[in-house]
């Protein structure tokens, strides 16, 4: 299964982006997708989650600006991200975790840069 991560670029503040994963095979191999971000000499940190019950999650600092969603019959986990700040400057990763386990399994895409400056 590979996660192929799409749609990072440079915006100006105020600005919008959408991320798109396509995930090769089904959508439904994973428990559940995400997207983390790890910015310039910062630990990577989950921006967003949904789980294949479609229960959803966002960090705080997020919470109102982006938007996860999933698209069952593309295989594909889109973040729209809206209001865009500095501080969401980051390489943005595709993740789909398998749980069930003592220790999940992380499938992880490239990452996708988003510079959000102007």
């Known amino acids: 299964v590979q996660l192929q991560a799409s749609g990072g670029g440079l915006v100006q503040p105020g600005g919008s982006l959408r991320l798109s994963c396509a995930v090769s095979?089904?959508?439904?191999?994973?428990?559940?997708m995400g997207w983390y971000r790890q910015a310039p000499a910062k630990q990577r940190e989950l921006v967003a989650r949904?789980?294949?019950?479609?229960?959803?999650n966002y960090a705080d600092s997020v919470k109102g600006r982006f938007t996860i969603s999933r698209d069952n019959a593309k295989n594909t986990v889109y973040l729209q991200m809206n209001s865009l700040k500095p501080e969401d400057t980051a390489v943005y990763y595709c993740?789909?975790?398998?749980?069930?386990?003592?220790?999940?399994?992380?499938?992880w895409g490239q990452g996708t840069l988003v510079t959000v400056s102007s």
């Open positions: 993740n789909g975790r398998l749980t069930g386990r003592a220790i999940p399994i992380d499938y």
């Open positions: 095979g089904s959508i439904f191999n994973f428990n559940a």
């Open positions: 949904i789980t294949s019950g479609g229960y959803i």
